[in-house]
């Protein structure tokens, strides 16, 4: 694949086969070369809709995402903060809504495995 383009088309043609999905993802990942401003700007709103077409296809996604000890509380709200942003930028507000759950979520969990 010459471009960041043609890796996203092949990413979302893949990801339509849940067997291929983990493939899919690790082959998109690695496969990225920043080369300016505008590649980084282009994997985010990339990555960004991968995690929301993610979050959106399974709610074992979104349960595996709050409860994981990968990423911090702090981390994931952050991610998720940055994701709302953007989209807030784009006027889509379902998907804000969506991300804002399961940034509550990940609260009512940390907040439950303190006490």
């Known amino acids: 694949m010459s471009t960041e383009s043609e890796r996203w088309n092949l990413f979302q043609d893949k990801t339509k086969n849940k067997d291929n999905l983990f493939e899919s993802i690790q082959n998109f990942m690695f496969s990225f070369q920043i080369r300016d401003k505008k590649d980084i700007e282009k994997f985010l709103k990339e990555a960004n809709e991968t995690s929301l077409a993610l ?3 399974n709610d074992d996604f979104i349960n595996d995402y709050v409860e994981t000890k990968e ?4 981390d994931k709200i952050k991610d998720l903060d940055l994701m709302i942003e953007a989209f807030v930028e784009e006027e889509r507000y379902e998907d804000c809504a969506l991300l804002v759950k399961i940034k509550e979520k990940i609260i009512k969990n940390y907040k439950k495995q303190i006490n």
Do not use: L, R, T, V
């Open 71 to 74: 990423m911090s509380a702090k």
């Open 55 to 57: 979050f959106k296809k």
